[in-house]
């Protein structure tokens, strides 16, 4: 931080950023309050979150399981593998999480937009190709999951002779 702004917040009689925090938010003071303050933001945030992505509280909490257990599982089965866990890979899912939240939130507001205008017919695809979109987030992360899950048991050839099987039976 600057000189000018250490001096103002001192001035102020704030001994620091961290006291300066404290006074704007006194819970911070309070560890054992956390868990309460993480419900309070996430419940507060679940309404835009809501309008954003045209899924209920419960559907964005399993979303947000869903990929928290995608992380945690490739993290898991990076370190079976002796991989070091390192920026790039980290951005990579950040990356993918925000074009995949891209896409439910575009194909959600674009039927909110068709619906309002009286455009039933691009309201209907768009309801589609949203119900569509989650659906095939979904599945991708739990392939990924499962993935992971077989380099942390060893046991991933079940799940290429299941993609095999699957395969073939398309042609």
Known sequence: MSK????????LGYRDNGALAESLAPSLKYPDLFPSLFVFILANLSVPLTKIFGLNELALIALGVTFCLEFASGIWAAKCRGEKIVSSKVTRFILKLALYLNVIAVFW???ISFEEQGR??????????HLLSVFEIIYENWISIRENAGEINEKSDW???LRDKFTNKLG
């Open 120 to 129: 039933e017919v691009g309201s209907i695809v768009f309801d589609y190709l």
């Open 4 to 11: 000018a702004w250490t001096d103002l917040i001192q001035h």
């Open 109 to 111: 507001l674009l039927h």
């Open 159 to 161: 799940l290429v002779r």
